[in-house]
């Protein structure tokens, strides 16, 4: 699953043109669940920039620990705490990473997932609101994982979806039926990820030195063709 986030400065107008941010992109060395995060959703046909809390918390759910930050690909038409969210809120959540940990005999190594060239990423997200009031609210999300690529698998054997930059505005639309939604939520291509592992320092939430997402190692990745 995907509980850790690293998020740089990002150049999304570049990436999305049409964007508007009323907000500044939120960003951190190692963004944990339970806290704001920026997103991408269209509101009255515009692509804007806002924050949610991480945890998606429906109006009906009674303990704020129960909120998930995750949901499977395979479970958003079938769970009632995802099916509404993803017939008609869908977002997108920048990231520039996302921390992974392997097993070893004697602990877990942190990863850091990223682009191959270390580019912008385009997470699926869900998201809800929940009204305090009549004029107050609190909006929530979850990211949308998916099983991990053959490249990958050894380091975990789940990661959230990535949506191109192409297809970002038809998963968004509320318009776009799940079934065709659900068609681009795949296992990224071989080529576009690649990962390295960093300090174990990340395991802490609380540490947000830009060290965290340092490697410590050889990036593992696809070899292009050229390469082989």
């Given at each position: ?47 804007r920039l806002v ?106 054997d789940r990661l ?32 576009l990820l690649g ?34």
């Amino acid at each position: 699953m995907a509980g850790r986030l690293h998020i740089a400065p990002l150049d999304l107008e570049r990436l999305l043109p049409e964007l508007v941010a009323d907000t500044p992109l939120i960003t951190g060395a190692n963004l944990a669940p339970r806290r704001p995060l920026s997103i991408l959703r269209l509101e009255g046909g515009r692509l804007r920039l806002v924050n949610a809390f991480w945890g998606l918390t429906p109006p009906w759910l009674k303990v704020l620990d129960h909120a998930p930050h995750c949901a499977r690909a395979e479970a958003l038409t079938s769970r009632p705490m995802f099916c509404e969210a993803f017939g008609a809120r869908r977002c997108l959540i920048p990231v520039s990473g996302v921390y992974v940990w392997k097993s070893q005999p004697r602990f877990k190594q942190p990863f850091l997932v990223t682009r191959v060239d270390r580019g912008p990423l385009l997470l699926a997200g869900l998201w809800c609101r929940f009204h305090t009031t009549l004029s107050a609210y609190t909006d929530s999300m979850a990211l949308i994982t998916v099983p991990t690529g053959p490249l990958l698998a050894p380091l975990t054997d789940r990661l959230p979806a990535v949506i191109d930059p192409g297809a970002a505005r038809h998963w968004l639309d509320p318009r776009t039926p799940p079934v065709q939604a659900q068609t681009l939520l795949a296992p990224a291509p071989g080529e576009l990820l690649g990962a390295f592992p960093v300090s174990r320092q990340v395991n802490d939430p609380a540490n947000q030195d830009p060290a965290c997402a340092h490697p410590t190692g050889p990036m593992l990745r696809q070899p292009m063709p050229q390469e082989r």
